[in-house]
């Protein structure tokens, strides 16, 4: 097992990654103070993973309760949102009862919003169950739901007490949902971790294969450069909105198409290639660079061309994004390989031109 920190003084929490963790009641007891939780889970992980941790709560003297959502992008939704809520309420849970999220991106970013909202503020648990979730969603506090006119606009930054990612978990992830997870962990390299980049050239088809020591190490690596940046800047006012390299055109991708057509990894993945041509207009990085950039995607089975949604929409989609300032689209650019920045040096016939350099009429992945 490997364990990071995420220091952020009296509310630093640790980030235990290893398999078989869902057995590990002494890393769960610890940060349930009351004998009481409620888990929060979908109708896909529920039947894999529930019963596994409710057994290793209950040999602890826990009281389990669960709520199962539907799954999938589209229930990320007030409605939905309610159903937790819904729980909470029937199940008579107080302030201090701990709230687990047993799931996906989806799923982590819903329990800990309503964690956030139910009594002002309750104590939550992250148990992520994708590749995707292990090494980007559960880590640094963000919680939200999405709104028809924007991805993750309605939320706040909440952190959990601990994060477990059992890597076994992966074993049922499909295919597509893994691939989807590869783009957040090459977006690391990307943005400030060169040397990570190398690694994931030469150790891509492990990862694929679903070695488990590669991907042991794939989400260590991630993980501890998330919780250096979530350090320096909880709440994105600098470095944080590094992480979002791909974000602002790929938000723009799931809301445009709707969401759950395209899974987030996909949207992030043609959105970084957008972000690496617009780059490369720029003249910060040259045409070798972001060749490069495509082939690793393209390995990793991502799509590297966007739908032709229209450079109006995409630009109307856009305008909703939280690095918008004074009205002013700021995006995440690359200079180099392991060096993004925050710009908004480009013109809008720069960003039109590396839409269109990435788009495909057919609109599919």
């Known amino acids: 097992m490997e364990t990071l920190e995420v220091a952020l003084d009296e509310r630093s929490y640790p980030i235990h990654i290893g398999p078989d963790l ?97 009594q002002r503020g309750m104590p939550f648990i992250q148990v992520p169950t994708t590749l995707l979730s292990q090494v980007d969603s559960s880590v640094g506090g963000k919680t939200a739901i999405n709104h028809p006119m924007g991805k993750n606009m309605i939320g706040a930054f909440y952190q959990p007490k601990l994060v477990l990612a059992d890597i076994l978990t992966l074993d049922t992830l499909p295919d597509r949902e893994l691939k989807a997870g590869l ?14 980049f190398d690694w994931l050239e030469l150790n891509l088809d492990k990862l694929l294969a679903r070695d488990q020591a590669a991907l042991v190490y794939a989400v260590q690596r991630s993980c501890a450069n998330k919780a250096e940046v979530v350090a320096a800047d909880e709440r994105e006012s600098g470095e944080r909105a590094l992480l979002n390299l791909g974000h602002t055109f790929g938000h723009a991708i799931e809301t445009g198409m709707g969401y759950g057509e395209w899974l987030h990894g996909e949207a992030v993945s043609a959105g970084t290639l957008i972000a690496a041509e617009l780059s490369c207009g720029l003249g910060w990085i040259d045409a070798a660079t972001v060749a490069r950039i495509e082939r690793i995607f393209v390995r990793a089975g991502l799509p590297v061309l966007a739908p032709a949604l229209g450079v109006e929409r995409y630009v109307e989609l856009m305008s909703h994004d939280k690095k918008v300032q004074d009205g002013k689209l700021r995006l995440v650019l690359l200079q180099g390989i392991g060096r993004a920045v925050v710009s908004d040096a480009a013109t809008p016939a720069q960003i039109a031109a590396a839409i269109k350099a990435r788009c495909t009429a057919t609109g599919r992945i």
């Not at 962990?185 to 990570?196: A, N, Q, S, T």
Request: aromatic fraction near 8%; proline fraction near 4%; glycine fraction near 10%.
């Open 183 to 196: 783009a957040e962990v090459i977006k690391y390299g990307l943005i400030r971790d060169p040397e990570f």
């Open 22 to 118: 869902l057995g590990r009641a002494d890393l769960l007891l610890p940060f349930i103070k009351q004998k009481k939780v409620l888990v929060v889970s979908n109708e896909t992980v529920a039947p894999l993973y529930l019963g596994r941790l409710c057994e290793t709560l209950a040999s602890g003297g826990v009281a389990v309760h669960s709520v199962i959502l539907p799954d999938g992008e589209k229930y990320k939704t007030w409605e939905t949102l309610n159903l937790i809520f819904d729980a909470l309420l029937t199940e008579r849970c107080e302030r201090n009862t701990v709230l687990i999220a047993l799931g996906g991106g989806v799923v982590g970013d819903m329990g800990g919003f309503a964690a956030a909202c139910y």
